[in-house]
């Protein structure tokens, strides 16, 4: 919390530490008001929410609703039988052309996002019961009252003991097609179908993603929560949203309406996931959540644990902490709450399993070697040099091997050091909480012809604007803005050792990546 809190960090979403068999590693809950042994208790939890209360910062649980874990209390009953009152708790469907002696098809083409069949045969019961992810994480039916009854209590149950809110795990997930019909197969620019990594062929998800019901819920949830707030814990408790959407204007429709809110921050994933540094598409998709959200308030985000990490997907392999210097400017220097993930601040390094036997993760089982699965971006996090990175002691093995970076990658080589991306990332965190144009102001594009620098101007009442550029090529480039109304002067706040400290924005030089950040005088 202390290494948290010298960061500048002030909340943390913890990915689900409730008890669970751990076949998706936390996601397929067991139970939904305990803290999985492995971790530690409740006591444990209490202590720590107190600790990071202390040190202003708040912890978010992860919810997930979507599905629970087959050994969770209410499938277990559910799966017992057909007259179990838990029964409609579930998925369940006839197969097609079943009878008493044959289970007949799966209802329908439906897929599993980890491959293959979502519809699992339950020989007990004589039905197939609907999973949108591992076999082991049915998906429970939001068609039941009780359903919503239930995930209410689990939630007041956490916002009771003090959590800060939750970032709701699949969230557009939470209902399908109730004509259960068939998912329309992509084409790819031949025309033709093709199979993706599980070797299934590829499909689109009209019919389970994205369907209107999840909005009512959302409703739901945020003025249930919204009730909780409290003087010991005061102010909003905040709903996030794992909100993978095709474009701006469903990203839009997450946050509600003032008489309807839903969530406070659905994470805008366009954005984030260009997975290129392609001035264009980063200067269109950052200004369509400035202007398309209805100014709510956008949650950038560039990196998860479901994903490879930044050096995979944005890095050459020549420049990746140059380029991490770019991909962090993009994401603090812009209006919106930034959202980033463990490590990315010492720049750690995606670390797939090399040898299919060493795969923990079940996804990377069945796409190997297409998909590796997301091992490589969940090892432990880098302290030091030391063995095991300091992540825990020596002789023993981690769950997940330390990347051999760790030796120059680390907390230890890169705090306190004027030039490390740790320092980079803690000088933006702070500019973002200590001015008020970089803070809050809004988000204008400059010099938007420029296909190799993409620049920017914070701008808000009272305050000086900020002008920020960035160099998204390994060359040397030189910008020239202006701004109405303004002299050009500039006072330099942050930038890379490669840019020169400009006296006027007419004349902004960048090296290779390089950032220059100043306020207009
Ligand atoms: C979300 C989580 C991912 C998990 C899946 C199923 O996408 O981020 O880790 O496997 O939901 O719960």
Redesign the pocket.
């Known amino acids: 919390l202390d290494y948290l809190k010298d960061l500048g960090v002030d909340a943390i979403w913890l990915s689900p530490c409730y008890p669970s068999p751990q076949v998706?590693f936390g996601?397929d809950i067991s139970d939904y008001k305990n803290i999985d042994p492995q971790y530690g208790t409740l006591k444990d939890f209490d202590h720590l929410v107190a600790e990071a209360e202390k040190r202003h910062i708040r912890i978010l649980m992860d919810m997930?609703m979507n599905?629970t874990s087959d050994k969770h209390e209410w499938f277990v009953q559910s799966r017992s039988s057909r007259t179990n009152p838990y029964r409609d708790w579930y998925m369940w469907q006839d197969g097609k052309g079943e009878t008493a002696t044959d289970k007949g098809q799966v209802p329908n083409n439906w897929q599993s996002d980890f491959g293959h069949s979502a519809w699992e045969w339950d020989e007990k019961t004589r039905q197939y019961y609907y999973h949108k992810?591992y076999i082991q994480?049915p998906d429970v039916n939001w068609d039941n009252p009780k359903i919503h009854e239930a995930f209410k209590d689990i939630i007041g149950f956490w916002l009771k003991r003090g959590v800060g809110g939750f970032r709701f795990?699949?969230i557009t997930t939470l209902y399908e097609d109730p004509q259960l019909r068939d998912e329309d197969i992509v084409l790819d620019k031949d025309g033709k179908s093709y199979l993706n990594a599980y070797g299934d062929i590829a499909l689109n998800d009209t019919r389970t993603n994205n369907l209107p019901g999840t909005h009512p819920v959302m409703q739901e949830m945020r003025a249930w929560s919204d009730t909780f707030n409290s003087s010991k814990f005061p102010g909003t408790r905040v709903l996030i949203g794992?909100t993978y959407l095709p474009n701006i204007g469903e990203l839009a429709k997450q946050y509600g309406t003032p008489d309807k809110p839903e969530f406070h921050l659905p994470m805008d994933t366009q954005v984030g996931f260009i997975n290129k540094l392609d001035v264009a598409q980063f200067r269109a998709k950052l200004n369509d959540v400035e202007t398309g959200v209805n100014g709510n308030i956008p949650l950038l985000v560039f990196d998860n644990?479901?994903n490879a990490r930044l050096d995979a997907r944005y890095g050459d392999g020549v420049h990746d902490t140059d380029i991490q210097r770019v991909i962090s400017t993009m994401l603090f220097a812009s209006r919106g709450t930034a959202l980033f993930y463990y490590g990315d601040e010492i720049g750690m390094k995606t670390t797939p399993p090399t040898r299919k036997e060493d795969v923990k993760d079940p996804v990377g089982l069945t796409g190997w070697p297409k998909d590796k699965g997301r091992d490589g971006e969940r090892t432990p996090m880098q302290w030091n040099a030391g063995p095991n990175a300091g992540f825990t002691s020596a002789g023993v093995t981690p769950w997940l091997p330390v990347p051999p970076t760790a030796a120059t990658v680390n907390v230890k080589a890169e705090e306190g050091q004027p030039d490390s991306l740790f320092t980079w990332y803690q000088t933006l965190i702070r500019l973002k909480k200590t001015n008020p144009a970089f803070a809050h102001g809004d988000n204008l594009m400059l010099d938007t012809s420029n296909m190799k620098v993409l620049s920017w101007m914070r701008q808000t009442s009272g305050a000086p604007s900020v002008i920020v550029s960035v160099n998204f090529t390994a060359d040397p480039q030189t910008v020239s803005l202006s701004v109405p109304n303004a002299s050009g002067n500039v006072k330099t706040l942050l930038k890379t050792p490669n840019a020169t400290d400009p006296t006027s924005i007419s004349q902004i030089q960048l090296g290779t990546y390089g950032v220059y950040i100043g306020e207009l005088q």
Do not use: L
């Open positions: 998706d996601y997930v599905h992810f994480q795990d699949a794992e644990h479901d």
